[in-house]
T-cell receptor, first 111, second 114 residues
Framework: GQQVMQIPQYQHVQEGEDFTTYCNSS?????IQWYKQRPGGHPVFLIQ?????EVKKQKRLTFQFGEAKKNSSLHITATQTTDVGTYFC???????????FGSGTQLTVLP | EADIYQTPRYLVIGTGKKITLECSQT?????MYWYQQDPGMELHLIHY???????EKGDLSSESTVSRIRTEHFPLTLESARPSHTSQYLC?????????????FGEGSRLTVL
């Protein structure tokens, strides 16, 4: 199946600091989705990126899709304690009709 | 809010028991999935379905089986549970067949096999 690497695995930040997680693939992607899973919860969809070089913003969250459609990033500006959780990318490539999830980045925000 | 429901939320059973995890969605989605997730770890696709009477195995080999007799219902069954089956099982659905749309997840079923 599709291989995707997500880094870092863990990130501890002080409240107010920025945070970025990266998702990398060796193959060209059809699209990429980002999900957030709170501790003890289930993944919740954040956004989908489809176009090369696409940038989307949701309040303090900025999502980017690389020009070659092989990588993506999620950036959070001025983290808050409500941002705590694990952020997963999920990718599809070629004719694949199901998503492959990255290993996730677990974010801890210290007050 | 997504309308996808899983029962039971928590289950503790002994080795060798047969269990069925229920998953229902009221959104009319054609595609449904089962993912297995250990605490703090990534999600592994174990089964998926594109519609009634369609079931496929996912990337992660699993001893569980699934059925899709009705669009809204996608139960997962373990004929003989073992401690290695202890995990969280997440059901999801999505709209559309030709592309990979947004996944709506249930709250999960946490299974512990003693």
């Amino acid at each position: 199946g599709q291989q995707v690497m997500q880094i870092p695995q863990y990130q501890h930040v002080q409240e107010g600091e920025d945070f970025t997680t990266y998702c990398n693939s060796s193959t060209t992607l059809s699209n990429i989705q980002w999900y957030k899973q709170r501790p003890g919860g289930h993944p919740v969809f954040l956004i989908q990126l489809v176009k090369s070089g696409e940038v989307k913003k949701q309040k303090r969250l900025t999502f980017q899709f690389g020009e070659a459609k092989k990588n993506s990033s999620l950036h959070i500006t001025a983290t808050q304690t409500t941002d705590v959780g694990t952020y997963f990318c999920a990718v599809a490539s070629g004719s694949a009709r199901q998503l492959t999830f990255g290993s996730g980045t677990q974010l801890t925000v210290l007050p | 809010e997504a309308d996808i429901y899983q029962t039971p939320r928590y289950l503790v059973i002994g080795t060798g028991k047969k269990i069925t995890l229920e998953c229902s969605q009221t959104m009319g989605h054609d595609k449904m999935y089962w993912y297995q997730q250990d605490p703090g770890m990534e999600l592994h696709l174990i089964h998926y379905s594109y519609g009634v009477n369609s079931t496929e195995k996912g990337d992660l080999s699993s001893e569980s089986t699934v059925s899709r007799i009705r669009t809204e219902h996608f139960p997962l069954t373990l004929e003989s549970a073992r401690p290695s089956h202890t995990s969280q099982y997440l059901c999801a659905s999505s709209v559309g067949l030709a592309n990979t749309g947004e996944l709506f997840f249930g709250e999960g079923s946490r299974l512990t096999v003693l």
